[in-house]
């Protein structure tokens, strides 16, 4: 074999200057380090449990692939993590108050590029602080309320964030079945029993009546607090006078909440009937000094934020924000008119939807309808809540298959009030099975009727 002495040479050379550029320390080198350059939350930084989520860190280089089993939260692996460039999202769990946390990425999580991953640990410490404490506003939103109301709203005060009233949903609209029902299971009754004017249209019937308030005054008789909200069915169509075609889906109906608030349109000739009708039948219980917490036009938004394409549920929200606060206001301002002052006003958020708050003026308690969550997610909505409005009430106004309700006070959600929803006679639907309701009552700081003051 006849081989080139200059290749040979050249080849020696090149050996020996790779040689010497590994051996020295001056020689230049790839700098292959993973290092955090900004964060948020920033590392040995105190956040807010109730909004703190995710966590996102730049890096000094671009990711290319992430192994989130080797990304830990205080020792768990966390659940979820997405990468863009050199940005590292990863969502949190529901974080608790006053507890310290330390997210770490181990060696070999991040991958740079072939064959290049982080070789050491990377850590973002941080504390989280103690829940968003209100300021609750003392007075009620109406000019003159009644003695009863406002005796009402300081015990609902003085018992915020320290005990919480349990309540029932009524089946379906005019009685105290449920409750009843919660009585035989657990000893005890709720405290607070809530009633629909959802066959509005029907009343006064043989088997619907709402000029018959026994079923309330005798709750209250006994020492219960009174809620009642309104599925307001209307029409179909102009014309339709048959109930059983009302509804309060949008896509069901022509009626339209921004006619309803023009004079003259058939669905204002509506809008005003059903507000004389409920206001005769309101002013029945005033005249028995009932305080109501009263829970009109819920859940508007529906999930018109909660996803692209989400819509309104009901008719009240589907014609969008403006109209639904001038709807609200008009019914407020009416009442009033009317003289109804026995009247808590309670307003349904779904958290992102602070567009459709009818403002402070209008509200006295904020609630939330919450189904199919766990106790975690129901004090991270509770804490989300807090601080949009910090000098109102909270209350968890419905709820359907959600964590016990100590575990939803252990994890931070100091409901003013919770309220199941009613179950199917045929107990095909359990929105709050037997080991619920006993744990409920089985707590301290769950208030049943026996245990209320006297609110007459």
Not at 259 to 278: F, H, S, V
Not at 390 to 396: E, S
Request: charged letters at 20%; one cysteine or more; hydrophobic letters at 40%.
């Amino acid at each position: 074999m006849n081989i080139n002495k200059n290749t040979l040479f050249l080849s020696f050379l090149l050996l020996l200057l790779a040689s010497c550029g590994k051996d020295n320390p001056d020689s230049p080198q790839e700098d292959t380090t993973v290092e955090i350059i900004t964060s948020v939350p920033q590392k040995a930084t105190t956040v807010n449990p109730a909004i703190t989520t995710t966590a996102e860190l730049i890096l000094n280089r671009e990711l290319i692939a992430v192994n989130k089993n080797n990304i830990t939260l205080n020792g768990k692996i966390v659940s979820e993590v997405t990468f863009n460039g050199d940005k590292l999202t990863i969502s949190l769990p529901t974080l608790v108050a006053q507890t310290n946390y330390s997210l770490e990425i181990k060696a070999n999580a991040l991958r740079m590029e072939p064959g290049v991953f982080n070789s050491e640990i990377l850590k973002l410490d941080f504390r989280t602080s103690e829940y968003p404490k209100a300021t609750i506003t003392p007075n009620l939103v109406l000019k003159n309320p009644s003695a009863q109301a406002k005796k009402l709203y300081q015990y609902l005060i003085e018992t915020y964030q320290k005990k919480t009233i349990s309540g029932m949903m009524a089946n379906v609209a005019w009685n105290n079945t449920e409750s009843e029902r919660v009585y035989a299971l657990t000893g005890k009754y709720p405290a607070l029993n809530c009633y629909d004017y959802i066959h509005l249209a029907w009343s006064p019937a043989n088997w619907i009546d709402y000029g018959d308030i026994t079923p309330v005054k005798s709750w209250w008789t006994a020492g219960g607090i009174v809620s009642i909200g309104w599925h307001w069915n209307v029409p179909t169509a102009e014309g339709v006078t048959d109930p059983s075609q009302a509804t309060c889906t949008p896509e069901k109906t022509t009626f339209r909440a921004k006619n309803a608030l023009t004079e003259g349109t058939w669905e204002n000739t509506i809008m005003k009937a059903d507000l004389a009708k409920i206001t005769t039948y309101l002013k029945l219980l005033q005249a028995e000094g009932i305080p109501v917490l009263w829970r009109p036009l819920h859940e508007a938004a529906g999930n018109t934020y909660e996803y692209t394409g989400g819509t309104a549920w009901f008719w009240w929200g589907y014609d969008g924000t403006e109209t639904y606060k001038q709807l609200w206001q008009y019914m407020f301002n009416y009442f009033e008119k009317e003289g109804l002052n026995n009247l808590i006003w309670v307003w349904t958020t779904q958290t992102k939807d602070n567009a459709f708050y009818p403002g402070d003026a209008y509200v006295d308690i904020i609630g939330r309808d919450l189904y199919n969550q766990s106790a975690s997610n129901c004090a991270l909505q509770y804490n989300i809540i807090v601080p949009n409005y910090p000098t109102k009430l909270v209350a968890l106004s419905e709820c359907g298959t959600v964590g016990l309700i100590s575990e939803q006070w252990a994890a931070g959600a100091y409901w003013s009030w919770f309220m199941p929803w009613y179950d199917n006679a045929d107990a095909t639907s359990t929105h709050a099975d037997d080991k619920w309701w006993k744990d409920a009552m089985n707590q301290p700081f769950v208030i049943s009727r026996d245990q209320l003051p006297n609110l007459k």
